[in-house]
């Protein structure tokens, strides 16, 4: 218990931050499965989809997750830009290997297990590592 009380901050902001992640991925299925319904691309609809659940994120994660108050700092909008981009060809470059051999949605799926890993080691320990609630 004493473990739990010391570690109480960092144990709900993990909790929020898978949360958002949920929220970020049904975001991303969600506009991902529309597209394709209506015969975009897959790649192109890869691209829209995953910058929806971007958008989402920084917004869900700044203000609710990491509790930004204020504004954040250029280079950590950058970092997070980047952290996101480099998501973003992961997931790219998976769903390109696997969409033949495992189709379109199977593909997505295992696409976006890996970019998450990639994208919360990003954001953990690069984007948000130093940011607290009272600064800005």
């Known amino acids: 218990m004493k473990i739990i009380k010391e570690y109480k901050d960092e144990i709900i902001q993990f909790i929020k931050f898978n949360i958002v992640g949920v929220v970020n991925t049904l975001v991303d299925f969600s506009v ?3 597209l ?16 929806c659940g971007v958008i989402n994120s920084f917004i869900m994660n ?14 950590d909008v950058i970092k997070f830009v980047l952290t996101n981009i480099v998501s973003l060809a992961v997931s790219l470059f998976v769903l390109y290997v696997l969409k033949d051999y495992f189709g379109v949605m199977y593909g997505k799926i295992i696409a976006t297990v890996v970019s998450m ?9 690069w984007v948000f590592r130093y940011v607290h609630k009272e600064d800005s």
């Open 32 to 34: 991902f499965t529309l």
């Open 36 to 51: 394709n319904f209506l015969g975009v691309y897959c790649m192109i609809a890869q691209v829209i989809s995953y910058s």
């Open 62 to 75: 700044k203000n609710w997750t990491f509790e930004a108050k204020g504004r954040l700092k250029g280079s």
């Open 117 to 125: 890993t990639v994208n919360f080691m990003g954001n953990k320990f």
